[in-house]
């Protein structure tokens, strides 16, 4: 095994490389190379935890997205005919995108990137910034060997952002929000020419050119960024904000309500996946200070569907519902307060950390993300099984949970306290 698959394997979770092994498989029994690349492999180097799965392979991209799915082994979310790349949902709840390896190449800032197949190095070459353009082979007779024609390695240990190519932000101007959001969360410099090429687009205003789709996808985005809130003072700074809405300038950006929201993210247990809804999240604070008029507005500039809008505008009324019930007398047992939020989309409960003023609502909603999540976290499917429970079965699942309950109720034993010796008197009374 090469140093770096070790390294890789290291960073994942459990569920992730449970899917980095199906892929794997997939595209070996179908000849295609394969690669892990982009975010994953920065993240890796760069000694940040892996969020995101991105394969890029010499050929058919949807047929292997395809492959996966009919095994059942995975859900296609959505696809992109036009860069042949395919998203899909592991019934983890992990999502990976699977793509073709690709040239892009633009006729006008902002328009329809005109794609023909390429090697892996000319898809690394034609990224945004070189710290993205890195991969990872997962192929039979090179497996674990680095990919890196930009230096994207150099920038990592310099903690710089450089763009791969002079056109990067011209090309495709929503890179001009991913630079700052890249800036935030990695907490690295701008490379001085990027800057200069920066600031040259600005003043060019290709921004204008941004399409409604890659702006919404950017800012979904931000929206699951755990420093969300930072994200948004600097996209605020630069300006960009007014793209989404003119209304969102001054006091209509509500930076305290995020940074509160940015807070509760901190209470999230690590490595643990929690179903949150944090697009919910992030345009309900978006849009808490606007008029409706403005919030119709944002809704039309983004294009965004009914199913979407309802999540974040509904959302509210839906976690004032969970903060009534979780003032119940009820809810004193950890079990069940555990089975109450164990149901409870994870949008609901960080809305009311970031808003509620009850004490008792936000202490409960604390000890079940601190305590109680990952106490039930413990009991194993092995040791369901090992107690009589049969997997796949109701019976399993609800003895599963009796275990999790008693787990959970069960008083900490008391540590005896040792008793001290007696003190040893001298002649002259002292010890």
Do not use: C
């Not at 073709?100 to 990224?127: F, N, S």
């Amino acid at each position: 095994m090469s140093d770096y698959m070790f390294m890789l394997e290291n960073h994942l979770t459990a569920d992730q490389s449970h899917i980095l092994a199906e892929v794997e498989a997939a595209a070996a029994q179908s000849g295609i190379s394969l690669f892990l690349t982009g975010g994953a492999i920065r993240d890796m180097l760069g000694g940040f935890a892996i969020r995101d799965l991105d394969f890029t392979v010499e050929g058919n991209a949807l047929k292997l997205a395809k492959m996966i799915a009919q095994k059942g082994a995975a859900e296609i979310v959505s696809t992109d005919d036009n860069r042949k790349s395919a998203e899909l949902r592991f019934p983890s709840g992990v999502t990976v995108e699977i793509g073709m390896a690709r040239q892009e190449r633009y006729a006008k800032p902002g328009g329809k990137a005109h794609v023909t197949p390429a090697t892996i190095h000319e898809d690394l070459r034609g990224r945004d910034f070189t710290i993205n353009a890195l991969a990872l082979s997962l192929n039979k007779a090179s497996r674990g060997l680095l990919l890196d024609p930009t230096n994207g390695l150099s920038e990592l240990e310099r903690k710089e952002l450089r763009a791969a190519t002079n056109y990067t932000l011209y090309d495709n101007p929503i890179r001009l929000f991913r630079l700052i959001r890249f800036k935030v969360r990695l907490g690295f410099q701008i490379a001085e020419r990027t800057q200069s090429q920066y600031e040259n687009a600005r003043l060019a205003e290709v921004e204008k050119h941004i399409v409604q789709a890659a702006l919404l996808d950017e800012l979904q985005k931000v929206a699951s960024e755990p420093n969300a809130a930072d994200v948004v003072q600097a996209l605020e700074q630069e300006k960009l904000l007014p793209l989404v809405s003119p209304a969102l300038t001054g006091s209509k950006v509500d930076n305290t309500a995020f940074a509160k929201l940015q807070k509760a993210k901190q209470l999230l247990p690590f490595g643990l996946d929690l179903p949150i809804d944090h697009s919910a999240l992030f345009f309900h604070f978006l849009a808490e200070k606007l008029t409706p008029k403005e919030r119709s507005a944002l809704v039309s500039s983004l294009g965004m569907d009914k199913v979407a809008v309802d999540a974040w505008q509904k959302l509210e009324g839906k976690a004032k519902k969970l903060e009534k019930d979780l003032q119940s007398a009820k809810l004193a047992k950890p079990s069940t307060l555990y089975q109450l939020l164990s149901k409870v989309p994870g949008e609901q409960m960080l809305f009311l950390l970031a808003k509620s003023s009850q004490r008792i609502v936000n202490d409960r909603i604390r000890n079940y993300l601190q305590k109680y999540l990952p106490a039930a976290q413990e009991v194993t499917d092995a040791e369901v099984a090992a107690a009589g429970g049969v997997p796949g079965t109701p019976k399993f699942q609800k003895l599963k949970e009796q275990m999790i309950a008693k787990k959970l109720d069960a008083r900490p034993k008391k540590v005896a306290e040792p008793i001290p010796e007696a003190p040893v008197v001298t002649g002259n009374g002292r010890r």
